[in-house]
């Protein structure tokens, strides 16, 4: 099955109608059933009657034939994007940030304001006028509109506003140089611990023990940093993109939105780009325990230090991708991330590099 994050418009569907390629709408999506024509159980020419036409009214129709859930289902395995209007690239309207698949990013991208109002009117979704956190709790969304929308990049000029209450607002923002402010000290006592207790691991003079001691600490440190690209891959794929295990309550959306729907969401907000030291010290924590779970406490240590520093430079960078000119290499990863978010979020999970997309063949 084909990704959903493509667009087509009803023009382009509508030159789909042949027995050779034969395209239908259904609920805001575009479907090619060219190769289940032969298949269906009531013959092709029935679908042939909608070839290029929208089957939502026709599916539904208890005097006609009203189909299964089956057969909706079946319908899903041929999804290959979603439906637009046809001037919905300069409406501002939430779909069309999309971009197709074969479209060139320039290293000076840079989307277009969405219309906030046109959008709230269109989709019904959230009011990016108004506190969103509010909005979140008292929302009625099903599952399906929720990663629908939440994955549809919106932009505004100024930060958005998650907290009713202004005096509350100032803990929901995180600047980009709180993250190196914090962890990078905090790396260092990790690696300064680690040459310390590796001193007991060696005899001689004052000098050579030093020497080893660093030696291994900085071996331990460089195992860390190459070890936190592996969990900023786990990290974005499977926790932060845990779409498919989302249960089905609106306090489960809000803590996918907290977590990093906000991001997909308004994508260009300098203020949700890093991650909350409080969110990072949480998901960190069970990685503490299972350094030292498994190395002796010396070699956690190291490798917790190197982690954390590589943890500073993913956050940075991941800044840096959003909103900076970039070197050459960082600049073909901006544009790799920036895909990530205009054709297709279930690809293309790597911030540092493309190395753990390419082993578990997710790259974009």
Request: aromatic share 16%; net charge negative.
């Amino acid at each position: 099955m084909s990704t959903t994050t493509s667009t087509y418009t009803r023009a382009d569907v509508a030159k789909r109608n042949t027995s050779k390629q034969c395209w239908v709408t259904y609920k805001g999506f575009v479907y090619d059933i060219t190769e289940f024509l032969e298949d269906h159980p009531g013959g092709d020419d029935v679908v042939m009657e909608y070839a290029g036409k929208d089957v939502e009214e026709i599916m539904n129709d208890p005097l006609s034939h009203k189909h299964s859930k089956n057969a909706f289902g079946m319908l899903e395995e041929f999804k290959i994007g979603r439906l637009v209007d046809d001037a919905s690239s300069t409406t501002g309207a939430a779909t069309s940030p999309f971009l197709p698949a074969d479209a060139h990013l320039p290293d000076d991208f840079k989307p277009q304001d969405t219309d906030l109002e046109k959008d709230y009117a269109q989709n019904k979704f959230l009011d990016l006028n108004k506190p969103l956190i509010p909005q979140m709790l008292t929302s009625n969304f099903t599952k399906e509109f929720y990663l629908e929308q939440v994955h549809i990049p919106r932009h505004k000029k100024e930060p958005a506003t998650l907290m009713p209450y202004a005096f509350l607002e100032v803990f929901t923002m995180t600047p980009w140089y709180v993250i190196p402010m914090l962890w990078l000290p905090i790396a260092a006592g990790f690696f300064y611990v680690s040459t310390q207790q590796f001193q007991s691991w060696f005899a001689g003079d004052a000098w050579a023990v030093a020497s080893k001691s660093f030696a291994s600490a900085f071996g331990c440190y460089t195992f860390g940093v190459v070890f936190w690209t592996f969990l900023e891959y786990l990290f974005h794929r499977f926790i932060f993109h845990i779409d498919s295990f989302l249960p089905h309550h609106q306090v489960a959306y809000l803590m996918h939105f907290l977590l990093h729907g906000i991001h997909h969401y308004l994508p260009m907000d300098r203020y949700r780009l890093v991650m909350p030291p409080v969110l990072f010290a949480v998901l960190s924590f069970p990685m503490l325990l299972l350094a030292h779970a498994v190395f002796p406490t010396a070699v956690a240590n190291g490798v917790i230090a190197g982690s954390y520093s590589m943890y500073v430079v993913y956050d940075t960078m991941h800044y840096a991708l959003h909103h900076t000119k970039l070197p050459a290499y960082v600049r073909e990863q901006k544009r790799y991330h920036l895909e990530h978010h205009y054709k297709n979020y279930e690809l293309g999970f790597g911030v540092t590099s493309k190395f753990w997309d390419v082993i578990f063949h997710t790259t974009l």
